[in-house]
T-cell receptor, first 114, second 110 residues
Framework: GAGVSQSPSNKVTEKGKDVELRCDPI?????LYWYRQSLGQGLEFLIY????????KSGLPSDRFSAERTGGSVSTLTIQRTQQEDSAVYLC????????????FGPGTRLLVL | GENVEQHPSTLSVQEGDSAVIKCTYS??????FPWYKQELGKRPQLIID?????GEKKDQRIAVTLNKTAKHFSLHITETQPEDSAVYFC?????????FGTGTSLTVIP
């Protein structure tokens, strides 16, 4: 079956603009995770959803970042007023349930803020 | 929150030798420890995981050990092959949140 997909694959934007990143999880997976990976760095946990609910948003770097998930499926990560330090690869992953389950990663969205 | 440290950051081994990557964590509530492999330009993929009620798990050439008392866990790759070259990430999970180490870039020299 289809894996996790993300769009766009690449995004170049100007500083100050808003961007929306989309994640389509594996069908039936109730848990969805967002991570940020800067060049040569590890994975920074941003937020997770169990169904449509995000129990803890404290991992989001600033109030310019928000995420939502509707219908227990697609999720959107929005970055408002982008800054150059937001440049990174944003990875989405899904699992059958939250917690001790294998996460399947999407290919990521490479964001470049000029 | 959880803090995961991973060592070494880079590791080079001769083909056929073993490679060991170590991680420590801080939150005693963490109960799930996956390892991911990320090849250049590709997405991370799970290679092995261990839960807190188990001390060791093995899958062919890959094994993971967990010491809950010391709060550390390790990845062992035996008989390394060039295709093992990649960045490896450990992670610790508590309260459904995942905290990753900074990664180990493994190079297997033919």
């Amino acid at each position: 079956g289809a894996g996790v997909s993300q769009s766009p694959s690449n995004k170049v934007t100007e500083k100050g603009k808003d961007v929306e990143l989309r994640c389509d999880p594996i069908s039936g997976h109730t848990a969805l995770y967002w991570y940020r990976q800067s060049l040569g760095q590890g994975l920074e946990f941003l937020i997770y959803f169990q169904g449509n609910s995000a129990p803890d948003k404290s991992g989001l770097p600033s109030d310019r970042f928000s995420a939502e998930r509707t219908g227990g499926s697609v999720s959107t990560l929005t970055i408002q007023r982008t800054q150059q330090e937001d440049s990174a690869v944003y990875l989405c992953a899904s699992s059958e349930r939250a917690g001790r389950e294998t996460q399947y990663f999407g290919p990521g969205t490479r964001l470049l803020v000029l | 929150g959880e803090n995961v440290e991973q060592h070494p950051s880079t590791l080079s081994v001769q083909e056929g030798d073993s490679a060991v990557i170590k991680c420590t964590y801080s939150d005693s509530a963490s109960n799930y420890f996956p390892w991911y492999k990320q090849e250049l330009g590709k997405r991370p993929q799970l290679i092995i995981d261990i839960r807190s009620n188990v001390g060791e798990k093995k899958d062919q050439r890959i094994a993971v050990t967990l010491n809950k008392t010391a709060k550390h866990f390790s990845l062992h790759i035996t008989e390394t092959q060039p295709e093992d070259s990649a960045v490896y990430f450990c992670a610790a999970s508590s309260d459904n949140q995942f905290y990753f180490g900074t990664g180990t870039s493994l190079t297997v020299i033919p």
